[in-house]
Each structure stands twice: as C-alpha cells, then as structure tokens.
C-alpha cells in the first residue's frame, strides 16, 4: 500500500465553480468581437490557460489578431472576470470540499493548490481557504500549462513529497494529463465518461473521505 502524503487540489472546477464566471466574460468578448459562444464552446476551455483560451474563442469565431490586440482582449477579459470573483463569497466553495481539507489537515496530510489561474490567490482569498494551503502553484508561477505535468511537479517539491506520494484532484481532461504525466494518481471529480482518464472518479467531494486515499 502506498503512504498517501499529499493532495493536490486544482482550483476551478474542483474547489469552485467558477467556469460560470469565465463563460459569461468570454461570452461578453465574443459578442464585442461580433460572434457568438455557447456553453459548449466554454467546455473546450476547462484547465486551458488564459492566452490558449482566447486562442480557443478567436478560432471558434473565425477571427484573427495581432499579438498586441490579443493581449489587450485577454486583458480586458480578465477585467470583467475578476469583477465577478471580487463579488464570491465562502458558500461558493463546493459542497464537501472544505471538510475534507479539514480531515485532510486534521490527518497531517500536506495541501498545495495546482492551477492554471494566475487569480487563484484571489479566489482562496475570498472564499477563506488560502490558510489550508501549504503550497500555492498558479499560473503566475509556472511556464508551462497543463498537460505539462510542471504544476503538479512543482507542488510535489515543494512540499518535500515524491509523485507516488500525492493524489490529484482534477476536473478537466488536460489537468488529468498532466497529472498522469508527473507520475501521480489523479481522481477526476466530474463525469466520469469525460475523466477517463483518471485513476477513479467522483461526483463531489460529497463521495470523498480518508479511507479512498488508501489504495
Ligand atoms: C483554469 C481554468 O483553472 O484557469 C481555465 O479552468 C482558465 O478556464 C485558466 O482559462 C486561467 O485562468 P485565469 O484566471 O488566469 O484567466
Ligand atoms: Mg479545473
């Protein structure tokens, strides 16, 4: 049996459902740059960092620009985006997720964040989880995004634990990718059709306890 030390939470999508929040300011975006996008389009952007995502939307709405005008669009995205986190508050954390962090830190297992997001400070601020973090590894802090494992494998270091060590939690295709290509067991939260990838599958950390990190 392998001695689980550390968990390794992406944040969208596992901790918040903050997706809803990305669709509405890429939304806005693509109706100011003249096309539509839908939920479905939203999907192709889980676990996508920020610069790929417009990439995403420009391709979907058949539309070119400079590097320049990309920068300004992402920016101005991210304006918008970042208004509605700024309004998130401590009920938006997933149901289950703050208790098993709790048992997580109760039971001297190590916690670091891996996520894309270079908001993530900002959004553990505001729904009052930054202090059940020993680690935080963001989009400010790698340069390269999932499926590059860099993000997982740079929390593992950090926290002084092997891959084999840690579990990962994920909810998006490419985060399960770059879990698996760090050498790291990896539980998709989602459906489990899409997250096939990934060693098993839960719904919500509503199904999670201590005992399913024996293994
Ligand atoms: C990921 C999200 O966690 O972060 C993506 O799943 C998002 O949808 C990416 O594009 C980058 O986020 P941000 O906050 O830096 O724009
Ligand atoms: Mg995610």
């Given at each position: 049996m392998v001695q689980i030390k550390a968990c390794l939470f992406d944040l969208?999508?596992?901790?918040?459902?903050t997706a809803k929040y990305h669709y509405i300011a890429w939304k806005e975006l693509a109706q100011e740059l003249g096309f539509d996008f839908t939920e479905e389009d939203n999907?192709?952007?889980?676990?996508?960092s920020r610069m790929r995502s417009l990439d995403i939307l420009l391709e979907i709405g058949n539309k070119s620009l400079s590097e320049q005008e990309k920068l300004h669009y992402a920016d101005k995205k991210n304006v918008n985006y970042v208004s509605y986190i700024?309004?998130?508050?401590?009920?938006?954390?997933?149901?289950g997720v703050k208790e098993f962090l709790t048992s997580l830190r109760a039971n001297g297992i190590k916690i670091a964040l891996g996520s894309a997001s270079k908001n993530a400070p900002l959004i553990l601020n505001q729904i009052g989880l930054?202090?059940?973090?020993d680690e935080i590894v963001d989009g400010n802090s790698v340069s390269k995004a999932k499926p590059d494992p860099e993000v997982f494998t740079k929390g593992a270091n950090l926290l002084n634990v092997t891959a084999e060590e840690c579990v990962v939690f994920e909810d998006a295709v490419a985060g399960i990718e770059a879990a698996k290509a760090g050498g790291m067991y990896c539980i998709g939260v989602g459906e489990e059709e899409t997250l096939s990838e990934a060693d098993f599958v839960i719904k919500g950390f509503d199904e999670m306890s201590l005992d399913r990190l024996k293994f």
């Open positions: 969208d999508g596992v901790i918040v459902d999907e192709r952007l889980k676990g996508v700024q309004k998130m508050e401590e009920d938006e954390i997933l149901p930054t202090s059940y973090f």
